[in-house]
């Protein structure tokens, strides 16, 4: 049994990608993956890294906002990807292709559905892309986060499974301890984020009186880990770092979350019930924004819109939580309400049983 997993770009598509991946051969070591991704992703390091096989091809943005050439020139690596993806399904010969979103994505899952093999999509946003908004018509289902997605897709089956979390993730979650300091974990991704470093750093630097009642641990991102570490000196609540490694450890000390608003990011926070205040990345169809509203429509998170962040609202909204360590238990439990345990497990079971019927 062949089984192909087509997209990435950033973590929070590889990431639950690999955790469906390893629920299906946990289920059975026979089956063979092959992931199929493009150059500029994280997937050409992080797949090759994970063990697994990794075919790339091009593929462009189909939705960005830029100068006419860019949008162009990208948009004339799409058919470009799709060529390479016939030759790599007439290789491969998969019994399912899944797409978990990224450039990857688009041109082989379609060309998949184009030759009739078994396909699905996974959608980690509230609000879909473009690239599954257009799959969504020609794939067998579609694997959902957030139930909020499916009045944007054209799936004949919708499944809402929930996020497939990391393995580390799901099982620390269980055995989360209570933190005597109100910690803050901040980190704006991957790659960091200057607006939220800027944010959360002035907050400490600015308002004295709230840093000595706070510890932050602060992700910066390699690009401003220099910056922060210099406009950060002797300040000893702050627990500086340009990467974190063991992300269970530090979501087990927080009780607030300053982030952005990724799927895989909030589906986390929501493992160990740490309330994320949530500032959006701006993007052009605002999916992270949509995450976010989810989230805060259920009482279970906050958010700031970048563009009219107001630096009073949110020092009083820190100030009320740290006072107000009920209402932050209360909807800690409503966000541990969120996730849908086993994910991943359910996930692969579905692909598994779409094979053999």
């Known amino acids: 049994m062949k089984i192909i997993v087509a997209g990435g770009g950033t973590g929070g598509h590889i990431y639950p990608a690999i955790s469906v991946v390893q629920s299906l051969q946990k289920i059975d070591s026979t089956i063979e993956i092959l992931f199929v991704g493009t150059p500029q992703g994280l997937e050409s390091k992080i797949i090759p890294q994970a063990g697994y096989k990794l075919e790339l091809i091009q593929s462009g943005k189909l939705n960005f906002s830029g100068q006419l050439m860019q949008k162009l020139k990208s948009l004339l690596k799409v058919p470009v990807g799709l060529v390479q993806s016939f030759n790599i399904l007439f290789q491969e010969k998969p019994d399912f292709v ?10 082989l899952v379609f060309a998949a559905a184009l030759k009739g093999h078994r396909t699905a999509i996974w959608e980690p ?34 499944l809402v499974l929930g996020m497939p979390l990391r393995s ?9 301890t209570e933190n005597s300091d109100f910690t803050i974990l901040c980190f704006g991704g991957s790659q960091g984020s200057m607006f939220l470093n800027d944010k959360i750093s002035d907050l400490i630097l600015q308002n004295l009186d709230v840093a ?3 510890k932050i641990v602060h992700q910066t991102g390699p690009r401003d880990f220099k910056r922060m570490q210099e406009k ?10 340009e990467y974190i490694y063991d992300m269970p450890r530090y979501y087990n000390q927080a009780d607030l979350l300053f982030c952005r608003g990724g ?25 992270q924004q949509r995450n976010a509203e989810a989230l805060v429509k259920v009482n279970a998170g906050f958010m700031f819109l970048q563009n009219d962040f107001n630096d009073k609202q949110f020092l009083q909204q820190i100030n009320h939580l740290i006072e107000n360590k009920i209402t932050l238990k209360e909807m800690s439990v409503r966000l541990k309400q969120v996730v849908t345990k086993g994910a991943a497990d359910k996930i692969a079971r579905d692909i598994l049983n779409s094979i053999k019927k």
């Open 125 to 158: 946003n509230a609000h879909p892309g473009m690239a599954n908004r257009i799959l969504s018509r020609f794939v067998d289902k579609s694997y959902l986060v957030f139930a909020d997605a499916a009045k944007y897709l054209k799936s004949k089956n919708n």
């Open 98 to 107: 899944l797409g978990v979103g990224g450039y990857a994505s688009a041109p």
């Open 212 to 214: 000595s009642k706070i």
């Open 263 to 287: 799927a895989s990011t909030l589906a986390e926070a929501a493992a160990f019930g740490v309330v994320p205040v949530v500032v959006p990345l701006p993007a052009a169809d605002d999916h």
């Open 232 to 241: 950060y000196k002797n300040h000893p609540s702050v627990e500086l770092h």
């Open 168 to 176: 580390e993730i799901e099982n620390a979650s269980l055995s989360r």
